[in-house]
Every structure is written in structure tokens, then in C-alpha cells.
């Protein structure tokens, strides 16, 4: 076949592909208010112990705010105290010791996440109130702020060694030069050979903590020695992604599933018996629907906790929404229509962002069919190009809806978060 012939016949699979990638389209139901509410009365189970919220963008100002109006609900009506993040672990303690004791300010200790998608005034806003919030309510009343994922180093790092130097001087500079060379920017640079010595030394590090425990805890708190315990894990697991990168987003989910997990128990013991936690909706979805085929964090917490784990999905119809826009990291908005029978049987609701209830909504024929049919559902990561409007497949999910979650939050018209520079 010539090569005219080929790239024809490729531009009309390409122009096939995208005239149907729409299909799915439904139609709006009848007395379609009666199913929803607002974020404010949304309904959990008393038995739920772990609320997952969903994002189906990074950048949308709608889905960033939810963070907020979601956890608001929970802290007056679920007596939730626990705020987790698709966030750095070390980075988030940052921000729990300025929202706990008022070390920083908002924009330095969500710079500290470095991560750009939360470079943001909603996040910055988050981040104040809940600061504010612990100002005004009694010591027990507090809410504490984390981070579960480990992809970075440089805080986790930090606060290890800021530890070892009050238990075990001698011991922590030693490991702090085998680790000097060692940093959120330096880690992508290193060999496999460096890579596996880091981890060595990580493995060390956890090791003397567990052999050095009892002499550990006479000069330090429980809690303190917990914390360098999880700052160690968490920099063997940015070290693993690293050296298993075919396998990066099944190790990924693992380890986000597990880190939420030691969080969750870690809080129990404090008396905290339910926590929320917020990132993209193929993280927190139950049957690791994703096409690149990983097990989805939702998943492993499904097998985990069972009826305990309620997960909150997120939806649009329409989105403009900011996004990297190519390798060199600069960013750009992208405008994408989404329809699927879910969102589209919403569609004749006046409000642009409402609460759905699967369990309520299944008193409804149409909309009991529709949660219980495969449904292609948004599903934006922090990586765009304009071309993947052309297949649904680049920027949704096929999913069965009261499968994957138990609800959903629709926003009708979501709009873009815009990025700082922070200082």
C-alpha cells in the first residue's frame, strides 16, 4: 500500500472514529430534581468509615472547590476530622503543621506539595480555611491534613532526618551523606545502579528504626517515631516507582492504597473513625475500569473496607479546563463536550452542580437501567493534547456507574483553574 493510500485510510479511520465517539448521548428524565440534592445535604451511611471523592479533571475550579463544600458536609454532618489528598506525604505534613500549630503560610506550605495541578487559589483557599477553621474550635475538634502518594522526596527526606538528628546523631549523618546526592529534581537523573543503592540505604534506615525502637521512643514521642517510620516507607516507594517503571501506575495505586491505609489506622488510634480523601476519579473508582489496566486504589480499598468505603464520582457535560499542553510542562485550556445517559438524564436540571444518590435515584426504571449499564464517563488527567477530543477513549472511562461509586456530583459547566507561580 502507497504511503498516500495509508495516511488516507488513517485520517478516515481517524474521522470514522471521531464522528461516533460521541454516541451514547440519552435523553433528560422526567422529574429528574428528585434525585438530586445539594453538596450541603448529601447522605452517607453511618456505617461508612472512608469517603472517597472523585475529580474528573485536574483542572476545573468546580472540582476543586467540591474539595471544600464536600468536607465542610462531612466535618458538621459525618463528624469527619481527616482530610487526605492525591498529594506528596512529606509535602502534606507541611500544610497540617500550619492548619495544627500555624507554622508558614498557605502559599508556602502548598508550595511545598509541588505539584502544579495545586498551584491554585482554590487550593491556597482550602488550605486557609481549614487553617482558620482549627483556630476556632477546641484541640479534639481539629482536623488534620495529609498527603498519600510518594511522588516526591524532598519533605519526606527532611523531616526523616530532622527526626534521626534528635534520637541518633552519629546515625543520621551518616545516612544523610549516603543520601545527599538525593533529591525530587536528582532522582529522575540517577542510574538503576544508584537507584537500587538509595533504596539499600532506605531499607537501612527502616531497618535501624525497627531494630532501635524501644531506645528510639525513651527520646522521642510515639507519634514522632510513627511519622519517621512512614517518611522512610514513602521514600523506598518514590525510590520503587523509579526502578519498576513498566509497572509505575500499577505500583502507584498500590502504594496510594496503602499509605491511605496506614493513615486510616494511624488516625483510629488518635480517635478518629472516619476519614475523607479526595484525587482523580480513576483513583478513586472501585473496578479499575482505567484502560492502561492497573488496579485502581478505589479497588483496593473495595476488597479492604467493603460497604465501609462509600466513593464519590464526578461528571461534567461541559468543561473548559486547563491541562499540559506538550512535554516542556506549559499549560493550556482545552474545552471538551461530554455526554453519556448519566449526565445527559440530569441534563433538564436547572442548578450546574448537584448531588445524585445511586440508592435514591433506583427508584427511577430509566435511571436504575442507565447506573447499571456501561457508561463513558470523564476522566481527565493532568496531560492534554487537542487532538484527543477526536476519541472519547482519550478522555473518558467505560464504566457501570453503581459499580465504580455511590454516588455522583455532576457539574453541567465547569470552568478552569488558572496556575501561579508561587513563592
Known amino acids: 500500500m502507497s504511503f498516500l493510500k495509508s495516511c488516507t485510510l488513517f485520517i478516515a479511520v481517524i474521522a470514522f472514529t471521531a464522528l461516533f465517539s460521541g454516541c451514547g448521548k440519552g435523553e433528560p428524565i422526567e ?21 472517597g471523592l472523585g475529580e474528573a479533571t485536574h483542572g476545573n475550579i468546580e472540582f ?3 474539595k471544600k463544600q464536600v468536607f465542610e458536609t462531612l466535618i458538621k454532618k459525618e463528624n469527619v476530622r481527616v482530610f487526605i489528598l492525591e498529594g506528596d ?22 508550595n511545598s506539595l509541588d ?6 487559589k482554590q487550593m491556597m483557599d482550602l488550605v486557609q480555611w481549614m487553617h482558620d477553621y482549627n483556630e476556632s474550635v477546641k484541640e479534639d475538634e481539629k482536623i488534620r491534613f495529609y498527603g498519600n502518594d510518594m511522588q516526591r522526596y524532598d519533605f519526606s527526606k527532611k523531616e526523616l532526618f530532622a527526626y534521626y538528628a534528635g534520637v541518633n546523631k552519629e546515625v543520621a549523618n551518616k545516612y544523610a551523606e549516603q543520601l545527599n546526592h538525593v533529591s525530587n529534581e536528582t532522582m529522575r537523573e540517577l542510574t538503576t545502579e544508584k537507584l537500587e543503592k538509595v533504596d539499600d540505604t532506605v531499607d537501612d534506615i527502616i531497618g535501624d528504626l525497627q531494630s532501635n525502637k524501644a531506645e528510639y521512643l525513651e527520646k522521642s514521642s510515639p507519634e514522632d517515631f510513627a511519622f519517621a517510620t512512614a517518611y522512610a516507607q514513602n521514600m523506598k516507594q518514590r525510590a520503587q516507582l523509579f526502578l519498576n517503571e ?19 489506622e494511624y488516625e483510629k488510634k488518635r480517635g478518629n473513625d472516619k476519614v475523607f480523601f479526595t484525587g482523580h476519579n480513576g483513583h478513586v473508582e472501585k473496578t479499575s475500569a482505567s484502560a492502561a489496566g492497573y488496579k ?28 499540559k499542553s506538550d512535554d ?3 499549560r493550556k485550556v482545552f474545552t471538551v463536550e461530554n455526554h453519556n445517559e448519566l449526565v445527559d438524564a440530569f441534563s433538564g436540571v436547572e442548578e450546574n452542580i448537584f448531588y445524585v444518590d445511586f440508592e435514591m435515584s433506583r427508584e427511577s426504571a430509566e435511571l436504575e437501567t442507565i447506573l447499571s449499564s456501561e457508561q463513558k464517563m470523564a476522566n ?5 493534547r487537542s487532538w484527543y477530543k477526536l476519541l472519547k477513549m482519550f478522555y473518558t472511562i467505560e464504566m457501570v456507574p453503581d459499580q465504580a461509586y455511590d454516588s455522583i456530583i455532576i457539574v453541567k459547566n465547569a470552568t478552569p483553574t488558572k496556575m501561579f507561580e508561587l513563592n
Open 246 to 264: 513498566e509497572n509505575y501506575t500499577h505500583l502507584r495505586d498500590q502504594y496510594l492504597a496503602e499509605n491511605l491505609q496506614w493513615i486510616i
Open 380 to 384: 481527565i488527567g493532568d496531560d492534554f
Open 115 to 120: 505539584y502544579s495541578i495545586y498551584k491554585t
Open 328 to 330: 516542556s510542562g506549559s
Open 64 to 66: 476543586q472547590e467540591l
Open 296 to 323: 485502581s486504589m478505589g479497588n483496593y480499598l473495595d476488597e479492604i473496607y467493603g460497604t465501609k468505603y462509600f466513593a464519590i464520582g464526578t461528571d461534567f457535560i461541559n468543561s473548559e479546563f486547563q491541562a
Open 31 to 51: 422529574n429528574a430534581d428528585q434525585y438530586i440534592s445539594t453538596v450541603d445535604l448529601m447522605d452517607i451511611p453511618d456505617d461508612v468509615e472512608v469517603i
Open 89 to 110: 506525604f512529606g509535602g502534606g505534613q507541611q500544610i497540617n503543621n500550619y492548619i495544627v500549630n500555624g507554622e508558614g503560610t498557605a502559599e508556602a506550605v502548598v
